[in-house]
């Protein structure tokens, strides 16, 4: 399997903190089924900036090291980006990093809001040439309570990203089950751990794709794996027409 998200790279944000961390992580990775792994560190989260040209010699670092110590994973550059007015900005800059340089953009929400511009900033992406992959929409608080925020950019172009752990359960039920609605309604296309670490936040990638096996059957999961081999290959990802989720109930309350 191929995991598109993860904080792998050592004392770059809260995922590893020390090469011994990340080595660790590389094993835990490969125990879950995983040969390839984008290293997706924070970007302009509040806390963390991470540049574009120090992802790709941090992650050449990191592979001599798992090379070294006979860990079998391929790792690729990408970065994680909190939505931000310079976005554009940082693309023509040189600071944003697509997913091991294809035409993909991770772009995460602060985790209570979607700031008022992202319609207009996803669009901007895209005029850019890119296409913005959201990351971890079943946990943001706006897009819960209100899902056709999240319908409304998928069906301009944007994809989505859910995480491995909230179709494990891990967060709870009631993100599982807002998970498998968005899955249902074709607003998320991609599965990925958006591992931190090995003990809370690690990997269970393998049981997340038997969740949506068991769920959604198995021409759904041939697409989540083949959307991850697309992501990485720059190619065009299979995706199905978006549907509004129905019978949520926070979406209830905002029905239009
Ligand atoms: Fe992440």
Do not use: W
Not at 68 to 94: A, K, T, V
Not at 128 to 148: A, Q, T
């Amino acid at each position: 399997m191929i995991d598109i998200h993860s904080h792998i790279l050592p004392g770059v944000d809260d995922g590893a903190q020390t090469i011994e961390e990340s080595l660790l992580m590389g094993k835990a990775a490969v125990e879950d089924g995983i040969h390839t792994i984008v290293a997706t560190p924070h970007h302009k989260n509040g806390s963390y900036e991470n540049y574009k040209n120090d992802i790709t010699i941090q992650v050449a670092e990191l592979k001599r090291q798992f090379d070294s110590h006979g860990i079998d994973l391929e790792i690729l550059p990408g970065q994680e980006n909190r939505i931000h007015g310079e976005f554009i900005d940082g693309i023509n800059n040189d600071e944003i990093l697509a997913l091991n340089h294809t035409r993909y953009v991770f772009v995460e929400f602060p985790s209570s809001q979607v700031p008022r511009y992202a319609s207009q900033m996803l669009f901007d992406i895209q005029v850019e040439g890119f296409v913005p992959v959201i990351v971890h929409p079943e946990r943001n608080k706006r897009i819960l309570e209100d899902p056709d925020l999240l319908y409304n950019f998928v069906e301009k172009g944007a994809f989505a990203q859910v995480t491995a752990a909230s179709l494990c359960g891990f967060f709870g039920k009631k993100i599982k089950k807002f998970s498998h609605q968005l899955i249902d309604a074709n607003l998320v296309q991609l599965v990925a751990n958006d591992a931190h670490n090995t003990k809370n936040r690690g990997f269970c990638l393998r049981q997340a794709y038997q969740e949506i096996s068991k769920e959604h059957g198995s021409i759904v999961t041939n697409e989540f794996l083949n959307n991850a081999e697309y992501i990485i290959s720059n190619e065009f990802l299979a995706a199905a027409p978006p549907e509004r989720v129905k019978n949520n109930f926070f979406s209830k309350l905002f029905t239009r």
